[in-house]
């Protein structure tokens, strides 16, 4: 029986976030270049991204390329680059077809010229899409961005536009690059690396984190049901009592 059979529609997660690790350890373990592991990702980024799309997740944010993920060594840096440009180049016309949005977060100025080109073009033939929002986080990291957004609303405090003493979480959200999306509910993080590398710290306050041994390229529909299915057995209390959720679950 697939897992895809136990989940419940009714209470599917709005937003799920992925750090997908683990494409160079798979590569290794089948001696070859780390770069065939980035390579054979790029599938399960295809397969999860139509299995989300198609279940009716409205929200699935990738970790496809970190800050600190430019300090690689210049040859895996360029290849992923590459490879990025590649994959979007070859995958707009179907992300438009399936009416899905592509999005991106992240300082991508840092990015390669043609691999901005690239995106923008993609995010511009996408933009009118409402089926699901894919977001890409590239050179993203989340101190970055909440930096950023702490020196623009300093900005918005000296000029007068808005309040220090009322100023809320809500609004806090706003100054974030994940401003238009609802936080994510569920994280999942693949490879056994049980961390948050930066990601989305603000946003994942009361996410359920799912963890999984399974290295990225390995990762396809089945193991995505399976952690759906998960975060669906999971009790989301939001700081009240067990008892509370069940006469009261607003
Ligand atoms: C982590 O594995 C993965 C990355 C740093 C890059 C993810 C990129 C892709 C899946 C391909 C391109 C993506 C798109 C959206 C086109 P790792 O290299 O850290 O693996 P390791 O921990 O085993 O070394």
Redesign the pocket.
Known sequence: MSFKEKIDFQRLPKHIAV??????????QKGQH?VF??????D??RQISEAAAELGIQYLT?????TE?WN?PKE?VDA?ME??V???HA?TETLHKNNIRLHTIGNTDSLPESCRRELNDAVERTSRNTRMTLV?A?SYSSRWEIMEATKRIAQDSVAGKIDLNTLSADQFSTYLTTAAYPDPELLIRT?G?HRVSNYLLWQIAYAEFYFTET???DFGREAFYEAIVDYQSRERRFGKTSAQIVTDPA
Do not use: C
């Open positions: 750090i997908m690790d683990g494409n160079g350890r798979w590569a290794q780390r592991g980035h390579q054979k990702g790029v399960s980024v990738l970790y496809a390329f970190s993920n690689r895996e992923l490879l990025l590649h994959t979007i995958e890409l590239l490879s690396e290295l990225w390229p």
